[in-house]
């Protein structure tokens, strides 16, 4: 199946406000943990320290990389919002992986054969079901790529746990 535009429906443009409105509160939770720990992190150490220095110039330089990118996606949004346009689209598994992070938590990841939806974090339950070789049918925003349905035999397998 080739890619196809459509127009969205009302419920789908509610959808993206309401993740819009999730992506803000986590930057401004983020925002505010991250000032905390600053705060925190500072009152401990000499404030002339060079490897005090040197660690919040790095840290702060990677929370506005990480407040650039989220923001750049909600201004994206706007596009979606305004056009209501997305893409349906059935796409293979090519492949599935499982991460395994420092905390001792797993994430569950599949790749599919798109060049604008590489690869998508699924729930434990998914991974299991999910083979590579396997058809997805996606729709999505035209413009800031956000998901708006993902199916996998008719079956819903979004994570609802994800924001973007």
């Known amino acids: 199946m080739d890619p196809t535009e459509i127009k969205m429906i009302n419920a789908e443009v509610?959808?993206?406000?309401?993740?819009?409105?999730?992506?803000?509160?986590?930057?401004?939770?983020?925002?505010?943990?991250a000032s905390i720990w600053f705060w925190i992190w500072n009152s401990q150490e000499s404030p002339y320290s060079i490897l005090n220095?040197?660690?919040?110039?790095?840290?702060?330089?990677?929370?506005?990389?990480?407040i650039y990118a989220v923001s750049k996606k909600i201004i994206t949004t706007r596009n979606d919002i305004k056009n209501q346009?997305?893409?349906?689209?059935?796409?293979?598994?090519t492949n599935k992986y499982k991460d395994y992070e420092q905390?001792?938590?797993?994430?569950f990841f599949i790749t599919l054969d798109s060049k604008i939806i590489k690869k998508y974090e699924v729930t434990e339950n998914v991974f299991n079901d999910l083979n590579i070789n396997d058809s997805v049918y996606i729709e999505y925003s035209k413009y800031a790529n956000w998901i708006l349905k993902i199916e996998h035999n008719g079956i819903?397998?979004?994570?609802?746990?994800?924001?973007t």
């Not at 220095?53 to 990480?66: D, Q, Y």
């Not at 819903?156 to 924001?163: F, L, T």
């Open 14 to 33: 509610v959808l993206i406000k309401s993740k819009i409105k999730n992506a803000k509160i986590f930057i401004i939770v983020f925002f505010a943990f």
């Open 53 to 66: 220095n040197s660690i919040n110039i790095v840290l702060i330089s990677f929370l506005l990389l990480f």
């Open 156 to 163: 819903d397998i979004e994570n609802k746990q994800m924001i």
């Open 85 to 93: 346009i997305k893409i349906t689209d059935e796409l293979k598994v």
């Open 103 to 107: 905390n001792g938590g797993v994430r």
